[in-house]
T-cell receptor, first 118, second 112 residues
Framework: GAVVSQHPSWVICKSGTSVKIECRSLDFQATTMFWYRQFPKQSLMLMATSNEGSKATYEQGVEKDKFLINHASLTLSTLTVTSAHPEDSSFYIC??????????????FGEGSWLTVV | SQQGEEDPQALSIQEGENATMNCSYKTSINNLQWYRQNSGRGLVHLILIRSNEREKHSGRLRVTLDTSKKSSSLLITASRAADTASYFCATDANQAGTALIFGKGTTLSVSS
């Protein structure tokens, strides 16, 4: 079963509003989670690294004031798209690294969230 | 950020044929992973090859890794229409706090 859960799977919001996407690690603690964005017919681009209890680290070109990341617990990171515009419409997907297992340091992905801004 | 290129960007073949996709990367890695993504869906992990491995098999999949050339290839043998999807390589430094970095992907279309 899924070990990283993302919610919602899809969301439609009006331009100018904010929308929050949640990423949960279901049966392990994740001190670090990662957020990606994928535009149609393109690859996944790393947006930011979410660190539990501290500020997120954003990739070059990603506006930290627009894409707010909060990682308040070891099992939950949230991405809030503020003042959304149609160009923010995209597939957002999170991942978490699970360490200390027999299978090694494995990364798991959420199911992804489709955001459409109208 | 992205590691590098995948080629071809798009590949169209007939059922039963083999499909080969290539991936190049730029930095040092601990392992390289291949994922499949059906249109509009999430990622499906296919196979992981470690930096000290040169070749790995899983069913109809064969992955090679050449760390001296910083390149990898994914071969799908006896392709099926259900293999139609986008395929991405992703490099992993396998360190706490580091993310997978994806290549640009290859879109595979298998017609029956």
């Amino acid at each position: 079963g899924a070990v990283v859960s993302q919610h919602p799977s899809w969301v439609i919001c009006k331009s100018g509003t904010s929308v929050k996407i949640e990423c949960r690690s279901l049966d392990f603690q994740a001190t670090t989670m990662f957020w990606y964005r994928q535009f149609p017919k393109q690859s996944l681009m790393l947006m930011a690294t979410s660190n539990e209890g501290s500020k997120a680290t954003y990739e070059q070109g990603v506006e930290k004031d627009k894409f707010l990341i909060n990682h308040a617990s070891l099992t939950l990171s949230t991405l809030t798209v503020t003042s959304a515009h149609p160009e923010d419409s995209s597939f957002y997907i999170c991942s978490a690294r699970r360490g200390g297992t027999l299978s090694g340091n494995t990364i798991y992905f959420g199911e992804g969230s489709w955001l459409t801004v109208v | 950020s992205q590691q590098g290129e995948e080629d071809p960007q798009a590949l169209s073949i007939q059922e039963g044929e083999n499909a080969t996709m290539n991936c190049s990367y730029k930095t040092s890695i601990n392992n390289l992973q291949w994922y499949r993504q059906n249109s509009g869906r999430g990622l499906v992990h296919l196979i992981l090859i470690r930096s000290n491995e040169r070749e790995k098999h899983s069913g109809r999949l064969r992955v090679t890794l050449d760390t001296s050339k910083k390149s990898s290839s994914l071969l799908i043998t006896a392709s099926r229409a259900a293999d139609t999807a986008s395929y991405f390589c992703a490099t992993d430094a396998n360190q706490a706090g580091t993310a997978l970095i994806f290549g640009k992907g290859t879109t595979l279309s298998v017609s029956s």
